[in-house]
């Protein structure tokens, strides 16, 4: 019997290795990956995958779709974020559920997620968010659990929008260690930003360009020695969103030297961008939490993700428009934070990781697809292998192409790496097994991602390199 697809002759990537092979897909499945030196299997359809990278479907941990944060909302829904997402390569995307308002529980936050999500054009999990503690909470994370939504995020700064408190985050720690899940946290010490920020406000250095130094390194660092200690202390695994200096890298790798379950996530424009950007004409394109940082703190923040210290690179994708950026370019502490990204997610970071004879390729499928699936835990992600969901990328390495936001698809009007040169670029995507993008173009394969439940952490962290097949189980409990 012949297969659904074959990939013939790609040179198939995995955080383990790469070897030429046939990839045989089936049922919406990773069934056999065959040696190139044998015969291409039948199959309804074959792609010639001669002298392109197969790899797995990218895992973007770090997304805001729809998100409603004080004033502002971003510009996307999840149709056009995950119809984003696999246009650049990824196949599977993670949303939060953050209360919008005090009024909002974290359980209604989340629902109210899987609900937008049944428009989703690929796969989805979802980390809640605690914002405020009262007694309900530990019920609340108990149903979400259930649920199988087993990260929560917590962030240290923003007062009055999304920020815990000190008792807070420490309590939700204890919970996440008792339902055996994962805190994501978005780590910058509050009481130093905003002290930093009224002081150069009473200066009259408040617009956009002043942002790095508003949001000094000090602010990150501090935080993150804070929160480490308050995991350590409560027994909690906990996950570093959106680092941007290597000293707070550093600060999670010695953690877990010293045994906690501690992990770093950086982004794109951390490792390809510096500082300089908000002297240029347009530094509102680059208003983000942490800000970019400047040259030397860039060059030793590559070198951690080269050396394999970071352990994913996510998008931490934010759909505003320019317009909405420009309403208070003069004010930093009123305009909105957050850059699209999870369309250029890939190419930047394959530019910026692997090299032109393809040194490093495995360390890019890592931080990419695998090391984020296994840190989700999520079953069936992050590898070319038999019994894996058929979600893979294939990528012309040699191929060469410069960024135009406005050809790209996330919703809004402009990339803060306009004009890059980046190779990387997906040539064809298949997600679930569906070929959704070719030579011919996007094929939309309509509301056909499913919402999937994350594995307990201490089972994930179990799983190899590659993390974990899916099972029969594992498809029936995927749910809306």
Not at 311 to 333: G, P, W
Request: hydrophobic residues 40%; charged residues 20%.
């Amino acid at each position: 019997m012949s297969a659904d697809l074959v990939l013939a002759h790609g040179l198939v990537a995995n955080a383990d290795g790469r070897r030429v092979a046939h990839v045989v897909v089936d049922g919406g499945r990773i069934a056999d990956v065959v040696d190139a030196g044998q015969p291409v299997p039948e199959a309804a359809r074959v792609i010639d995958a001669t002298g392109l990278v197969v790899m797995p479907g990218g895992v973007d941990g770090h997304c805001h779709i729809a998100q409603t944060t004080g004033p502002y909302t971003t510009l996307d829904d999840y149709a056009t974020t995950t119809t984003a997402a696999l246009h650049g390569g990824t196949t599977t995307v993670l949303d939060f559920g953050i209360p919008a308002h005090a009024g909002e529980t974290p359980l209604a936050a989340a629902l109210g997620k899987l609900d937008l999500a049944a428009a989703a054009r690929c796969d989805v999990a979802l980390h809640a968010s605690v914002v405020e503690w009262d007694e309900t909470v530990p019920g609340q994370l108990e149903e979400l659990a259930a649920r199988g939504i087993r990260s929560v995020k917590l962030y240290t700064t923003n007062r009055g929008t999304t920020m815990a408190d000190g008792d807070t985050v420490l309590r939700t720690l204890r919970e996440m260690a008792r339902l055996d899940g994962l805190a994501y946290v978005h780590a910058e010490h509050d009481e130093i930003i905003v002290d930093c920020t009224q002081r150069h406000a009473d200066a009259g250095e408040i617009g956009i360009a002043e942002l790095p130094r508003t949001r000094p390194e000090l602010a990150e660092e501090a935080s993150v020695r804070e929160v480490l200690a308050l995991a350590e202390y409560t027994g909690a695994g906990v996950y570093f969103v959106h680092q941007s200096t290597p000293g707070a890298v550093d600060l999670v790798t010695a953690a877990r030297l010293g045994g906690q379950a501690a992990f770093s996530e950086t982004c794109p424009h951390y490792v390809a961008l510096d500082s300089s950007v908000y002297a240029g004409p347009l530094p509102e394109f680059y208003a983000c939490c942490p800000p970019m940082r400047d040259p030397e703190t860039v060059a030793g923040l590559r070198e951690r993700l080269l050396g394999g210290a970071v352990d994913t690179v996510a998008s931490d994708h934010s759909c505003y428009s320019l317009d909405q950026k420009r309403e208070h370019t003069d004010d930093i502490r009123q305009m909105p934070h957050g850059l699209p990204g999870v369309e250029t997610r890939l190419p930047v970071t394959f530019t910026q990781m692997v090299g032109e004879g393809l040194d490093g390729l495995e360390d890019f499928v890592s931080v990419f697809a695998a090391a984020p699936a296994r840190l989700n835990g999520l079953r069936g992600k992050g590898a070319v292998a038999p019994g894996y969901d058929a979600d893979l990328v294939l990528v012309d390495p040699a191929a060469v192409r410069a960024v135009d936001g406005a050809a790209l698809h996330m919703g809004t009007d402009f990339s803060p790496f306009e004009g890059l040169r980046l190779r990387g670029w997906p040539t064809a995507v298949v997600a679930g097994g569906r070929v959704v993008l070719d030579r011919d173009g996007f094929h939309d394969p309509g509301p056909a991602g499913r919402v999937l439940e994350q594995a307990p952490l201490s089972e994930a962290l179990s799983w190899g390199p590659l993390g974990a097949p899916a099972t029969e189980s594992h498809a029936a409990r995927s749910t809306r």
